[in-house]
């Protein structure tokens, strides 16, 4: 309901909601960290104030400021939430205006899926400008039009705790923000409610004479003086105690965001192990053919599959189910990574994708940035997941023929062979290994028995493995039986047999486990190396890598030297250990689901469905989607609606029968200010009667005075004759009017204000 506001007010109220609303939405620089926010901020709060003063000026309905409201949306929403699709920076362009507008229903499950901070990539800025642009259009409003300006506060309160929902699960100055945030706030009530005592005390002075006007404006500013200065004070005692208190008391854990109690859209757990294919590689079908090809890196450059740190005693996973595990957890990567922390050198490189195909994208080093090229360039770099503690990339749209990509990196800094023996042990947590197998354990004890130098003791473990082993892939006819798997008693046989004989796959677990047991925590990587631009299924290997506390993960080769393997077994027959009960290693198959379909892409129909069901279930898709996106825009009206019904049951059903009259003249007299008339404010029944033209409107104001002042009791059937009257009133009301017009009555705020608001949550 608009009512009469001074150019003060406006520009008084106006500074501090805008100091209210730039406090909340400074809780969404963890979010984005970008410049880009800084100038969607400033840019919505002031077309929100414009749209807010204009609706003041022009008497706009609410349906008029909406439609505003969405004009300005589309005019502003590219250049600043999705400024890579602005032309100029300043025009929308049409695929911009479609990534805003499928931004408002998407852009929340996306920030909540994807590595913060994220910036301005693609459409992730459009909830921001939602949010601020609300803000400050439902407060400017609320305080300029309504007669409970103290309800403007509310809006920058809900865009300060959207933020922090949305935020990263660490508290980002949230004490500060906090605090600064509920001053102000609590300046906004005391200067409204200044403002309506000092309007009050006007309006009785208008009554009196000169001397009791001077008297009543002294008592009145000594009043509104000191209510001030002890709200003021009062405020300064409890930041003071808030400020102390969390000083004092810091919290000692991350905190609890929407983030963390979503499921992550890619899980590695859901798929086999990449090292269980370890031999699939060496087929004689895969091992000359070309994988993938690679350009910029030199020749020995190690290409990273995946990082796995999690071993359960039959296989070496991606992260663990049983442990925290941060190498498990992926998440979509928004932009560029800084790495320039990184000691090391960079990389870029370019990779042309031929036989190879699979979840887990070739990287080498630390990630910096990626892009996609070709027909599926989108598609891949929305569903690319990077986790930043392992290195390891993936795509759950799986690389195909013909992908290509370029890679930015960072090489770190490694140690040279003679300093490995100076290594000392890191402090990097990864899961604990389910089995060791005893007869690693003696071997190991073996390696490095009166050796007590961390570092050194690593060195000799690695030395002796490249002493003892022989490398056999166990596919061609001429070489030594060498059988597939990495579980423990695969791993226990490697040293129980008389020849040690294995490959990458064997060498890399035993490795990983030997160097836990010496306090470096370890893991295993599944890679290529590269020997030409043309990468092909023989050039895989495996690796570990150990957390050392002076150069963070170095990458170790525990792979013997290729050398003939003897064909006699030597003269040491000693005995040793007997392995440990067999457990077979998964099926090696490719890179498919085992538990459940990748809940964050679409799953595409099977091509053996009959195409009238897929007709049908596309046609089903398309109207489920159009009636989501009807029910989101239809949610306010509907919201105005249910108020309205509320509120003439709650006086319909009033505890007493003169409140139910009472009720019933009051629904009439909200129906005549939601079909455009204006009673007099403090006028009687009779003279808002009159406002409608209608004998009977007459007669139902009558009857109304006559039940409210006589005194007596009501019955019940003449309430239900009132409220009958009070129905064909409203009909009559509707006479002449369009369906449109019906409508619009149906969601006028015009009646919602104030009292009726309130009184829709109390009997």
Do not use: C
């Not at 400033?42 to 022009?58: D, E, N, P, Q, Y």
């Not at 009196?208 to 009543?216: I, K, Q, S």
């Not at 009043?223 to 000692?252: D, F, H, K, M, Y």
């Amino acid at each position: 309901m608009t009512r009469t506001v001074s150019r003060s007010f406006v520009v008084v109220t106006g500074a501090l909601l805008w100091l209210a609303i730039a406090l909340a939405a400074a809780a969404l620089w963890p979010i984005y960290r970008s410049s880009e926010l800084i100038i969607l901020i400033a840019v919505s709060v002031i077309a929100g104030s414009l749209v807010a003063i204009v609706s003041l000026w022009r008497k706009w309905s609410f349906i008029a400021t909406a439609l505003a409201t969405f004009i300005v949306f589309l005019v502003i929403g590219v250049p600043i939430a999705v400024p890579s699709e602005s032309q100029y920076s300043v025009l929308p362009t049409f695929a911009g205006l479609v990534d805003l507008v499928f931004g408002v229903a998407l852009g929340w499950k996306q920030l909540l899926t994807i590595s913060l901070p994220v910036g301005s990539y693609r459409a992730l800025l459009v909830p921001a400008l939602v949010l601020v642009l609300t803000a400050a259009i439902v407060s400017l409003g609320t305080a300029f039009r309504t007669k409970v300006p103290e309800l403007s506060v509310i809006p920058p309160v809900v865009l300060f705790l959207a933020a922090v929902a949305f935020g990263p699960t660490y508290p980002d100055r949230p004490v500060t923000l906090a605090i600064a945030l509920l001053v102000v706030v609590a300046l906004i009530l005391v200067w409204f409610r200044w403002r309506r005592r000092r309007d009050t005390v006007n309006a009785l002075e208008a009554a009196m004479d000169t001397d009791g006007e001077a008297r009543r404006k002294r008592e009145f500013g000594f009043a509104g003086a000191r209510t001030v200065i002890s709200a003021i004070v009062v405020l300064v005692i409890a930041a003071s105690v808030a400020v102390g208190v969390a000083n004092a008391l810091p919290p000692t854990n991350d905190r609890s965001v929407l983030r963390t109690a979503i499921v992550e859209p890619f899980d590695p757990r859901d798929y086999v192990s990449p090292l269980a294919g370890f031999r699939r590689y060496w087929q004689p079908s895969t091992a000359n053919s070309v994988l993938f090809e690679v350009a910029g890196v030199p020749l020995g450059t190690h290409v990273r599959l995946a990082t796995l740190d999690s071993y359960n005693g039959v296989v070496y996973a991606v992260g663990s189910g049983r442990a925290t595990s941060a190498s498990g957890s992926f998440a979509r990567v928004p932009s560029r990574f800084d790495q320039s922390d990184v000691d090391g050198n960079s990389v870029a490189m370019t990779i042309t994708i031929a036989g190879y195909s699979g979840v887990w994208v070739p990287t080498v080093g630390l990630f910096e940035e990626i892009d996609f090229e070709g027909a599926r360039a989108s598609e891949l770099l929305d569903t690319f997941y990077y986790n930043k503690v392992s290195g390891t990339a993936a795509v759950t749209d799986r690389l195909e023929s013909g992908d290509s990509y370029t890679f930015e990196g960072v090489i770190p800094a490694q140690p040279s062979a003679e300093e490995i023996s100076t290594l000392t042990p890191g402090t990097a947590e990864v899961p604990p290994l389910g089995v060791s197998p005893d007869a690693l354990t003696e071997k190991l004890d073996q390696y490095v028995r009166g050796i007590t130098i961390p570092g050194e003791r690593l060195a000799a473990m690695l030395a002796g493995l490249a002493a003892d082993g022989y490398v056999s892939h166990g596919v061609g006819v001429d070489e030594p039986a060498s059988r597939s798997g990495h579980s423990a008693d695969r791993v226990a046989e490697l040293f129980t047999e008389p020849r040690m004989i294995g490959d990458g796959e064997q060498y890399a677990v035993a490795a990983s486990i030997m160097a836990n047991g010496l306090g470096f925590p370890s893991r295993v990587v599944l890679g290529f190396v590269t020997s030409d631009q043309q990468i092909r299924g023989n050039d895989v290997t495996a690796w570990i890598e150990v957390n050392t506390a002076a150069y963070g993960w170095v990458a170790l080769d525990p792979n013997p030297p290729l050398r003939e393997i003897p064909d006699e077994d030597p003269d040491d027959t000693a005995q040793v250990a007997r392995p440990q009960t067999v457990v077979q290693p998964p099926e090696i198959e490719s890179d498919t689901l085992n538990r459940q379909s990748n809940p964050d892409s679409e799953q595409a129909l099977q091509p053996d469905l009959d195409p009238f069901l897929q007709a049908v279930l596309a046609i089903l898709r398309s109207v489920g989607w159009s009636l989501l996106v009807l029910l989101v825009l239809a949610a306010p009206f509907l919201l105005i609606i249910a108020a309205k019904v509320r509120r003439r049951l709650l006086r319909r059903r009033a505890e007493s029968a003169l409140e139910q009259i009472s009720g019933g003249w009051q629904e009439f007299e909200d129906s005549l200010l939601d079909h455009g008339y204006s009673p007099p404010p403090s006028g009687t029944r009779t003279e808002v009667a009159a406002v409608a033209q209608a004998p009977a409107a007459h007669d139902l104001a009558v009857h109304a005075d006559r039940a409210i002042f006589s005194g007596a009791d009501p019955k019940s059937d003449e309430v239900d004759a009132f409220w009958t009257n009070v129905t064909d009133l409203e009909n009559q009301l509707h006479t002449g009017l369009s369906r449109w017009a019906r409508f619009k009555t149906k969601i006028s705020l015009r009646s919602l204000g104030g009292y009726s608001v309130t009184s829709l949550f109390k009997r």
